[in-house]
C-alpha cells in the first residue's frame, strides 16, 4: 500500500503544466507532490491526513518575478499619497502626520502620481516647506524614479545648486534646486534618513508581516529586487534568521545591483532562499520622462530621455557577470533603452555563447517589431508588469509617445505570438503585489474601474491560461527552477493556493476579485497574517 503524509481530493486542480489539464486530487510526501490524478487512483493509497477541498480550486503557488520587499515594507509605515489630487492634498497629508512627529524627525511619503494631480507636476521643495519647515520630507513619485524633498532635507543631505549640475536635479529659473530629484539624485538624502528596518528585531518582524501579507494572495514566491539606490542585499541576512526561526512563508530569489561576492554565482543557496540576477538600469521611467526614446517624447518636445550608461560600459557591466556566472537582468522602458539593452545582450553572448544564460529584459515597455526580432534570436526572456496596463499610463500613454508608439506600449500578445517567453511581477510598491490583479490586467488590460471599453490596445491581451502561466511556470523558469516548481507536478514543491472561484470559468472581468482561501508551502498551510 502507498503512503502518503497528504492527501487532497474532491477539488478542480489545474496543474499549469498544459492547458485545461485538470484533475481531482494529488499526495504529498515530504513537502513535494507525490501523484496527481483522480480521486479513485487514491483509494488504495494510506495518509496521514486527508482534507477535502470542498470542490474549491488548486493552482500552483503564485510567483511574483518583480518585487521590491524593502521597499514595500518601508511604505507600510509611509504617509500614502496615492489618491492625492492636488498639491494641497499632499500638503495636508504630510502636514497631518508632521503634527504626529517629534520636531526634526523624519517625513517619508510614497506612490504619488503627479499625473492625477490638478497641477499635473510633481511638488517641489517649497510646496513640501508649507507641510513643515521643522521636519525633514521626502516624497516619491509612484515609479520610485522621481522624488521631492523639502528644503530641511535638501540642507541635511548637502544639497545645493553649486555643488550639483546634473540633470537629475531640477531647478528654479534663479538656478536654485527645487527638490526634485530624479533616479540617484536621491541617494545623498535616502542615505541619511533612520532606516525603520535599522534594528534586527524590528527588521525581521516587518519583513516577517510582509512576506505574510503577500503569502495570503497567494504569493509562495518572489524575486526580490533591490529597492532605492545603494540598496543591495541587505536584507539577505535578516531572511535567513527568519527562516531559521520558522517565519519564513514565501521562497526568495534575490537580486542585487551589485556584483555578488565570494564567488557567488546564479543559484547558490536553496529551495527557500537562493542568488538570483545582477540588475541593471538602462533608462529611467516614461512617468518621469527619463525613459530613453529613440524620438522625442510626443508631450515634450526636445526630451528624448536618458541612457544611464555608454554602449561600452553597459557591455563591460554586463561581460563582467556574464564571466562570473550570474544572471543579468536588464531595466529596460524606453524603445532607445530596450534597444541599448538588446545590443549588450548580443555583444556579450555572440562573444562566449553560454548554453543557457536566460538574459532577463526587464519591462520593455515600449518596443518596436525590429526589437522583437532580435529579441527571439536571444537566450532571452521579458519580465513584464501586466498592472502597467491597468494603471494611469493606459490614460497618459497615447499623449506621452504618440499613437503609432503606443501601438508597441506594453505589447503582450505580440511578444507571445513571435516566442518570446514572458514572466510575470508587480514592480511593487509600484502596483500592487496581488497576482490576480496583474492576471486580470494581462486578460483585460483595463483599469479596475473598467476602462477603456474594450481594453487598452485589446489586441494585446492574453488568455486566462497565458496570463497564470507568468506567475507560475514561466516565473520559475525565470529563475532556473522550473524542474522543481510552478505545476502541480509528480516531483515537484508542494506550493500551492486554493481559490474558491474557478479563474477559467467566471468572467474574466472578476480576476481581479478572486479571494485566496488558503495558501500552501511544501504542503503545509500558510497562517494568515
Known amino acids: 500500500m502507498k503512503c502518503a503524509d497528504k492527501i487532497f481530493f474532491g477539488g478542480r486542480v489545474y496543474t499549469m503544466a498544459r492547458e485545461g489539464e485538470c484533475f481531482e486530487a494529488f499526495a504529498v510526501i515530504g513537502g513535494r507532490f507525490a501523484a496527481v490524478g483522480s480521486e479513485a487512483s487514491f483509494k488504495g493509497w494510506d495518509a496521514a491526513e486527508r482534507i477535502d477541498l470542498g470542490g474549491s480550486t488548486v493552482l500552483p503557488g503564485m510567483i511574483d518575478s518583480h518585487l521590491h520587499l524593502s521597499i514595500f515594507a518601508r511604505t507600510l509605515s509611509e504617509v500614502y499619497l496615492g489618491d492625492c489630487r492636488s498639491i494641497g492634498e499632499v500638503v495636508q497629508k504630510l502636514s497631518e502626520r508632521a503634527s504626529t512627529v517629534s520636531e526634526g524627525g523624519w517625513i517619508v511619503g510614497g506612490s504619488l502620481d503627479d499625473e492625477k494631480l490638478i497641477e499635473r507636476r510633481m511638488p517641489n521643495r517649497l510646496d513640501l516647506d508649507l507641510a513643515s519647515s521643522n521636519h525633514p520630507i521626502l516624497i516619491s513619485r509612484c515609479c520610485l524614479h522621481m522624488h521631492a524633498a523639502n528644503s530641511l532635507a535638501m540642507d541635511l543631505a548637502g544639497l545645493t545648486a553649486s555643488n550639483e549640475d546634473s540633470g537629475l536635479f531640477e531647478t528654479f529659473p534663479d538656478g536654485t534646486l527645487n527638490g526634485i530629484l530624479r533616479e540617484t539624485a536621491v541617494s545623498s538624502v535616502i542615505n541619511i534618513i533612520p532606516d525603520i528596518c535599522a534594528r534586527s528585531s524590528d527588521a525581521k518582524n516587518l519583513l516577517a ?160 517589431q525590429e526589437q522583437i526580432e532580435r529579441m527571439k534570436r536571444l537566450p532571452l526572456m521579458i519580465d513584464i508588469q501586466p498592472a502597467f496596463a491597468t494603471s494611469a499610463d493606459i490614460d497618459w500613454m497615447d499623449a506621452r509617445v504618440g499613437p503609432e508608439r503606443a501601438k508597441y506600449a506594453y505589447p503582450f500578445r505580440t511578444f507571445i505570438d513571435n516566442g518570446v517567453l514572458l514572466a510575470g511581477g508587480s514592480d511593487c510598491p509600484v502596483e500592487t503585489f496581488d497576482p490576480f490583479f496583474g492576471i486580470y490586467g494581462a486578460v483585460n488590460r483595463q483599469a479596475a474601474d473598467g476602462h477603456p471599453e474594450g481594453g487598452f490596445y485589446p489586441q494585446e491581451r492574453l488568455s486566462v491560461y497565458e496570463a497564470i502561466s507568468l506567475y507560475t511556470k514561466n516565473a520559475a523558469y525565470a529563475s532556473f527552477e522550473e524542474s522543481i516548481k510552478g505545476t502541480v507536478e509528480e516531483g515537484k514543491l508542494a506550493d500551492f493556493i486554493v481559490i474558491k472561484e474557478d479563474p477559467f470559468e467566471i468572467d474574466p472581468k472578476r480576476l481581479k476579485d478572486i479571494e485566496v482561501e488558503k495558501t500552501y508551502l511544501g504542503g503545509e498551510l500558510m497562517p494568515k497574517p
Do not use: W
Not at 541612457?307 to 556574464?322: D, G, I, N, P, W
Open 209 to 368: 508581516r510582509t512576506l505574510a501579507l503577500m503569502s495570503s494572495r497567494g504569493l509562495t514566491g518572489i524575486h526580490c529586487l533591490p529597492g532605492y539606490p545603494g540598496e543591495s542585499l541587505d536584507r539577505f541576512s535578516l531572511l535567513q534568521e527568519l527562516r531559521r526561526e520558522g517565519r519564513l512563508p514565501i521562497r526568495l530569489y534575490m537580486c542585487s545591483s551589485e556584483y555578488p561576492s565570494f564567488g557567488m554565482s546564479t543559484g547558490f543557496g536553496d529551495d527557500m532562499l537562493r542568488y538570483g540576477f545582477y540588475k541593471i538600469f538602462s533608462d529611467g521611467s516614461l512617468g518621469a520622462r527619463d525613459a530613453a526614446m529613440l524620438n522625442a517624447y510626443s508631450d515634450d518636445p526636445g526630451n528624448s530621455g536618458t541612457l544611464f550608461h555608454t554602449q561600452e560600459e553597459l557591455v563591460s557591466l554586463m561581460r563582467k557577470a556574464y564571466d562570473m556566472d550570474v544572471q543579468i537582468g536588464i531595466h529596460a522602458i524606453g524603445d532607445r533603452g530596450v534597444e541599448a539593452a538588446i545590443s549588450a545582450f548580443e555583444a556579450v553572448y555572440r562573444e562566449n555563447e553560454k548554453k543557457d544564460p536566460r538574459f532577463r529584459l526587464i519591462h520593455a515597455s515600449v518596443t518596436n
